[in-house]
């Protein structure tokens, strides 16, 4: 009897245990799983690990890149690569990157699983954190490649030929996408946001001219004025999850025009403090054109209440715009008057058919230099790749994206331009062709400060400030800089 | 004779017994193996790889309850056969604590154990040099912080209060009307609709255009149109549309009736029926000493129902403690309406603060005990899960 007793208790706890154990397994299979999906399907001659024989079994000649050789042979056929990147469903960026993939997905027979992620850095970071990763991830933020590299979620690319690399593109963002002078990611798509967007017949008829310094600009802000037709700026920066950041821009494009580089630098990396007065002069230029009387269409409440994506609408008014000129990266593009309604359900439209051209009825011209000293710099942003899963076809498509044949579909649609320098300038047309003009003329390269500060500041206390600081028409400057440099951690 | 029965009895039953247990074995076996299986699917990205993305969300959906429900129901049956061939009272004496076991390991493990974590984290992960609380210290000197909780006070004292004296009045009212549940529904209906739906929702209500534009929120179209006529009549000088959201303090009273419209409806709910349970004896013995409706109602019927109240109350109190979705979706926490739990989501997801996002969390969890406190012991003293 007795022993019965321990039997049946021993059967139990057994019993609790094994039920426990299938649940804990959940979490570990992922982890092991990937080794299965790298053997190709189809009888193709199996590549164990990502081993760098330098081999070219291809027909083609080499691209450099190991892996994207291998893939061209149609050595990874039939495996598949999850890939991550903040443009939204549905979006002009989403549908044109879907696009830009197509003829790698052709040539290597690889299925690549693009996922358009809304509220994608939560989205990320709680992916990742939960050991669900996708292969390769679009990062805007180079402080969050840091952070990933640090917590030791990132496949470090000293595997990819750096050579190559380093010599193809921009020398600046090769720098950008190290971590502790390792390799972590490869720049994609860059972006300038040094750009004001203006109505072209308008301006015409009123006979204003394209402004080419400070003083033009506020001259031909009054002169607007002074005629009656309207506030000259659109000017607004509500973004939903990331509020704030187009003021965030403004503010490091001036500071870029009125300080050295290295101010701007020590700027970045605390070294000086965040209200330094070099900033509190930039942040008083910004406020003459935000909060100087008529100056801004609705004034600072459209500024806090209006989505970035419609800033612009006024400019497309049926009678005429009611404001004149917006500064914005080249995106804003498809958001134009009755550009976003087409695009939505024309996604694959070319620019050329969207109801306002880019280039005919609105152009841009370059945000006006301030102080001759500091030249012409350029503010730009750029989005890198970063790879969480270590396999060779993954290898393979992140090399591809360093090459110009994944900048080559974006570019035919539109709205891209690539930090390679290997991308034949001849590929690009409106407006990426002025673009990259205007980044070689660049004195200066400025990546996105706020991208580059922790995120506290740089993602949470810049942005809330800039509200702030908008919400009480500038009164308070000093105020809300001094928060901010409270807030700074450390 | 009598011997050979007993012990011919004892053979039959121990040997149920083996085949009892050899069944338990088996289909603890077979679970087993099918969780492996079943599990090794669900972690599995590739599992479904060729099918369109819904239908193997619908496998995915599928396998999950096949093994929720089959799991559980194995490992009950499976654990009470073997605890059956234990002897009578180890039997009674245990099987209450099988049934219990795995809710008690669930509740441990995705309750306990969190919350003694966040505790832990928001003592240990703190700035370099920092002691114990440097967390706290930080967080009630920082004056985000105090406006966060000054915010959740202010919702702390409108919210519940405002709800519960709407639907109150509504379940008084609606008492005495023919279409009582067609009414009921109506203000029931909001209830139904998630917070972050409710947001958005109150966000295009809301919704801010400058003057001269078209007014695309209902609350600014109506107001500059009726503006329109005070105008007309020299009433007032000029209308202008109000950013509902942007402009401090009215921001935050216009989320605040977001939570109130969602929570009227349950006030509402609960309260008729707690009015229906008055006793007619006592309304109709008040009626004939000459009490007047509103007497009968605030002297009789409020007392009555006291206990509902104060469950409504506290209730509402802690969802509008925790609230968070209105106030994301809406403001991002921005113009000053940002809350703790706003808080605790940047510090956490965006900041990668650890430290502060535990300590607001920590500090919500002590704002909450004691209203669950008072919570409790009421139900308790109704005799509901006593």
């Given at each position: ?15 609790v245990v ?11 299979t ?6 299965a ?10 590549t ?10 291809g027909p ?7 892996h ?13 690569v999850?890939?991550?990147?903040q443009?939204?469903p ?24 693009f ?10 970071q ?10 390769l ?14 917590a ?6 000293d595997?990819?030929?750096?050579d ?5 593109m ?7 996408g190290?971590h502790?002078?390792?390799l ?8 300038v946001?040094?750009?004001v ?8 008829d009123?006979?204003?001219e394209?402004?080419?310094?400070w003083?033009e ?10 005629d ?33 580089p ?11 403090p965040?209200?330094h007065?070099?900033?509190?002069e930039?942040?008083?230029y910004?406020?003459d ?8 269409y609705?004034?600072?409440t459209?500024?806090?209440a ?6 612009q609408?006024?400019?497309f ?16 593009g498809?958001f ?5 309604d087409f695009i939505a ?10 109801p ?9 011209f ?28 993954v ?19 539109g709205g891209f ?9 001849d ?6 062709d002025g673009?990259s ?13 706020s ?19 908008v919400a009480a028409?500038?009164?308070n ?7 901010i ?6 | ?18 085949v009892?247990v ?5 289909v ?37 309850i096949?093994?929720?429900v ?6 009950f049956?499976?654990g009470?056969?073997?605890?059956e ?5 180890a ?26 974590g ?9 700035p370099?040099?920092?002691g ?7 967080a ?25 004296a ?11 009307i ?18 972050v739906?409710?947001?958005?929702i ?9 003057a ?18 005070l ?14 959201l ?46 007047s409706?509103?007497q ?8 009555t129902?006291?206990g509902?109240?104060l469950?409504?109350y ?5 969802a ?12 991002g926490?921005?113009?000053d309406?940002?809350?703790?739990a706003?808080?605790?989501?940047q510090?956490?997801f965006r ?10 969390a920590v ?24």
């Open positions: 009897m007795k022993n019965r007793t321990w039997l049946a208790l021993l059967l139990v706890l057994g019993l094994a039920a426990c154990g299938g649940d804990g397994g959940e979490s570990t992922t982890e092991g799983d990937p080794s999906t790298t053997a190709p399907s189809e009888g193709e001659t199996p164990t690990g990502g081993d760098d024989t330098g081999t070219t079994t083609g000649e080499s691209t450099g890149y190991d994207l050789d291998q893939a061209l042979a149609g050595e990874f056929d039939g495996t598949t999850e890939i991550w990147a443009w939204l549905e979006s002009v960026e989403a549908a044109n990157f879907t696009y830009t993939l197509e003829p790698f997905v052709e040539a290597t027979g690889i299925d690549v699983n996922q358009p992620t809304p509220d994608y850095e939560t989205a990320l709680v992916a990742v954190d939960g050991g669900n990763a996708p292969d991830a679009q990062i805007a933020q180079p402080g969050k490649m840091h952070q990933y590299a640090d030791g979620s990132l496949v470090a690319l595997w990819l030929n750096a190559k690399l380093g010599s193809d921009v020398p600046a963002f090769f720098d950008l190290h502790n002078d390792t972590y990611g490869v720049y994609y798509k860059s972006d946001k040094s750009i967007w203006y109505p072209i017949q308008a301006f015409a009123n006979g204003y394209v402004p080419t310094t003083d600009l506020v001259a031909l802000s009054d002169q607007i004025i002074a009656g037709n309207g506030n000259p700026w659109c000017i607004s920066i509500e973004s939903q999850e990331a509020d704030g950041w187009v003021a965030t821009d403004w503010l490091e494009d001036i500071l870029l025009r009125t300080a050295p290295e101010v701007y630098d020590q700027w970045i990396t605390h070294e000086i965040f209200n007065p070099e900033v509190l930039a942040a008083d910004m406020s054109i935000w909060f100087a009387e008529d100056y801004a609705g004034g600072s459209y500024i806090n209006t989505w970035i994506g419609e800033t609408d006024p400019m008014a049926e009678g005429g715009p009611d404001c004149w000129m917006q500064k914005q990266a080249a995106w804003i498809g134009w008057g009755a550009n976003r359900e024309n996604p694959d439209a070319s620019s050329d058919e969207w306002n051209v880019p280039g005919e009825d609105v152009d841009f370059y945000f006006p230099m301030i102080e001759e000293e500091f030249g012409t710099p350029v503010l730009g942003a750029a989005d890198m790749f970063v790879m969480f899963e270590d396999r060779p076809e290898r393979a498509l992140l090399e591809w994206l360093a090459t110009p044949q994944a900048a080559e579909g974006w570019i035919e649609r331009l690539s930090p390679l320098t290997t991308v034949p300038a590929w690009y047309t409106y407006p990426n673009l003009v205007m980044v070689q003329n660049a004195t200066t390269v400025g990546f996105d400060a991208d580059l500060m922790p995120a506290t500041v740089g993602a949470g206390s810049f942005w809330s400030g800039m509200i702030d600081w028409e500038g009164e400057t000093e105020e809300v800089f001094q928060t440099e409270d807030s700074w951690p450390g | 004779m009598q011997k050979e029965d007993e012990t011919d009895v004892h053979a039959t039953t121990s040997n149920q017994l083996g009892k050899v069944r338990a074995l088996l603890a076996a077979a679970t087993f193996t099918a969780l492996w299986f079943g599990l090794g699917i669900l972690s599995d990205p590739t599992a479904f790889a060729g099918t369109p993305p819904y239908v193997s969300k619908v496998f995915q959906a599928l396998i999950a096949v093994l929720g089959a799991g559980i129901w194995t490992l049956y499976a009470n056969t073997l605890i061939a234990l002897p009578d009272k039997t009674e004496f245990l099987r209450p604590y099988l049934f219990v076991l795995p809710a008690v390991a669930v509740v441990g493990l995705y309750l306990i154990y969190p919350t003694v966040t505790i832990a984290t928001s003592v240990t992960d703190v370099e040099g920092g114990f609380f440097s967390n706290y210290a930080d009630f000197t920082n004056p985000e912080v105090i406006l966060n909780l000054r915010n959740n006070l202010i919702w702390l004292l409108i919210a519940p209060a405002v709800s519960v709407i639907g109150l009045v509504f379940a008084g009212l609606v008492d005495r023919r279409l009582e549940s067609l009414a009921k529904s109506f203000v029931f209906m909001p209830l139904a609709i998630s917070f739906g409710a947001a958005v109150w966000k295009f209500v809301y919704a801010w255009k400058p001269g534009q078209d007014q695309i929120g209902i609350l600014n179209a109506l107001w500059v149109w009726a503006g329109g006529f105008v007309d009549w020299g009433i007032l000088e000029d209308v202008e549309p109000i950013a509902w942007q402009q401090i303090p009215l921001n935050t009273l216009a989320l605040i009736a977001i939570m109130i419209w969602l929570q009227v409806g349950f006030a509402m709910v609960i309260l008729s029926a707690a009015i229906k349970g008055v006793p007619s004896e006592l309304t109709e013995a008040a009626r004939i000493d000459g009490a409706e509103r009968i109602f605030f002297r009789i019927t409020i007392p129902i006291k509902s109240l469950v409504v506290t209730t509402i109190a802690i509008v403690l925790k609230v968070f979705d209105i106030i994301f979706v809406t403001t926490g921005n113009f309406t940002s809350v703790v706003v808080r605790m989501y510090e956490m900041f990668r603060n650890f430290g502060q996002a535990t300590t607001m500090i919500l969890l002590v704002a909450v005990i004691p209203i669950m406190v008072v919570n409790i012991r009421n139900l308790r003293r109704q005799g509901i899960g006593a």
